[in-house]
């Protein structure tokens, strides 16, 4: 008895002579939890995260340099690589930041079909978040397959009109490129009733969900202040409470004749961006019925525009809302054909950058939760 | 007169381009005048001892201000009441050749639901600025970007390493107009040749097969 009492003590003595340290976890930049080529260095004190340090860049193509050296019909092709799940959102701010310059009226016909599938596109990108953030959650499989089975059906209307799955390059300066099929608005509705469904589906598999919600819930706060200061926008500064959308505060194209909601958060957490974006696509629905009911006939571009679209010298910081937030283009011209400079606003770039603040505190494993609440298109934010 | 006589003798004699230079070439890009009751007022209004120079963007308003005012125009930008610019929408570099580097902020208020475009332009030779980072957190990347990409030194910032550029690629700047695209890829060319003999990447015959097939091509022609 006494013999193993002095063991016992020996172990405590040992014990209070280990040193603790902190150790650095390397997470990426090939890592399913990264979405794409993305680095995370966690400085970890047992299973909480003392430091984050982010590393970017591994997918930077210097899409603005480049364009610069492209005139400024070639340099549309960009912009569907920069956010390469939101192409026609990001391809409508770009288009849009033409137009204010070079002074071109748009259609009517070619605002409605750009404001359709800009809206449809930010329901694949908010299917595409949903299954991307269940997975991390550790829900793998199954809100993954039911959301890529549904955002297959719009990806499919977008296939049928541009031609092409990822890379649409659909807008032009004044308009469109080709008019829509005839069966476009019956093609339309048919996959905003199934949409509605796939949404419902989605929320009744994982909204309640006891495990999910504990996962998320309260992980990865951020106050409305600090959200603001960061440089937030979306459905991240939204779910910290702040109501703000641009299609409602500064409206751009023809969104001041929509009538829709703005969903707003109260605690700020992942659950609250998570739920933001789920009410963000029913809100997506009711634009694009109230557009197909008013949608004219007409034409789809400008009777008098330039084969080569020359631009007078001056400047623009175009800005629209996107499934991540605010995308602006910033274009500077001297005149000619070519932009002399086109910085681009990553809406996820400045998303990320309060990764940090939102991760310290939190265990190793909620640290994916909240990277996959910030819903990063890496190429965007490398550009 | 004679002032301005002595100072374009300067310029043609090849000396530098001094702090006010670069704020007068500035405004000489900006004709549009602005109408009144603008932002631009406002601003005049809460620092009447800065020197503003004005003119209307297609969407925004542009004040011009000069390198020195930086910290304090900004600051107040942000915390005057009248103001209230809390979003720090975007911040970007640009390069104008002799006429100076320029760097753009773009600013919103939620509360008084207007935005300004605000531009400071700095010498090639010193393009030393005040960070901005303890005014909005949210400058910290978008200065790292200006940085690297144009070579500007961002005073006070506490992390001035490269973003998005290789670690070790401090003395290029790529977005600067005296970077061509071809230089650029030249330095790729160099960056890549080593990495892909180093990895072993190259497959044994590649040579070869490399010198058959161009020579099958020139048959091909003739």
Known sequence: MAKRGKNRLMVVEEERDLETIDINVNVGPQHPATHGVFRMVLTVSGEKVVDVVPHIGYMHRGAEKLSENADYRQALIFQDRTDYLAQFNCEMCYVMALEKLAGIEVPERAEYIRVI??????????????????????????VYTYAFREREFIQEVFEEITGDRMMYGYFRPGGVVWDVPDNFKERVRAVCEKTRIGIN???????????????????????????????????????????VDLRREEPYSIYDRFDFDIPVGERGDSYDRYLVRMEEMRQSLRIIEQALEQMPEGPILPE?????????????????ENPRGEYGIYLVSKGGEKPYRLKIRSSCFCNLMAL???????????????????????????R | ?????????????????????????????????????TVADTFKEVLPDVTFASAQGALDVILMIAREDVPRVLRAAKDDPRL??????????????????????????????HSVT?????????????????????????????????????????????????????????????????????????????????????????????????????????
């Open chain 2, 118 to 222: 605000l531009k400071v332009r700095l010498p090639q030779e010193d393009p030393h600025i005040a960070s901005v980072t303890s005014i909005w957190r949210g400058a910290d990347w978008h200065e790292r970007e200006a940085a690297e990409m144009f070579g500007i030194v961002f005073e006070g910032h506490p992390n001035l390493v490269p973003l998005l550029l290789p670690d070790d690629m401090t003395d290029h700047h790529p977005l600067r107009k005296d970077n061509p695209l071809a230089q650029i890829e030249e330095w790729q060319g160099v960056r890549l040749g080593e990495d892909v003999v180093n990895v072993g990447h190259i497959p044994a015959g590649y040579e070869e097969l490399a010198a058959k097939s161009a020579g099958d091509g020139e048959e091909g022609k003739e």
């Open chain 1, 117 to 142: 599938l800009s809206e449809l596109n930010r329901l694949t990108s908010h299917y595409m978040f949903a299954g991307a953030f269940g997975t991390d959650l550790g829900v793998y499989g199954t």
């Open chain 2, 84 to 113: 209230d610019f809390k979003y720090l929408r975007c911040l970007s570099g640009v390069d104008h050749m002799e006429r100076g580097l320029e760097i753009v902020y773009q600013l919103y208020s939620y509360t008084h639901k």
């Open chain 1, 304 to 320: 008098k525009l330039p084969r080569r679209l020359r631009l007078p010298p001056g400047e623009v910081y175009m800005r629209t």
């Open chain 2, 1 to 37: 007169m004679s002032d301005i006589d002595e100072e374009k003798e300067d310029k043609l004699a090849g000396s530098a381009p001094t702090n006010g230079d670069v704020f007068k070439m500035l405004q000489e890009d900006h004709e549009a005048p602005v109408s009144p009751g």
């Open chain 1, 201 to 243: 589906d989605i929320e009744r598999l994982v909204t309640g969900n006891e495990i999910f919600v504990a996962r998320s819930r309260d992980i990865g706060v951020i106050s409305g202040e600090d959200a603001i200061d960061y440089g937030l926008s979306g459905p991240m500064l939204r779910a910290s409470g702040v109501p």
């Open chain 1, 356 to 382: 940090k603040k939102m991760t310290v505190g939190h265990y190793v494993a909620d640290a994916v939760t909240i990277l996959g609440s910030v819903d990063i298109v890496l190429g965007e934010v490398d």
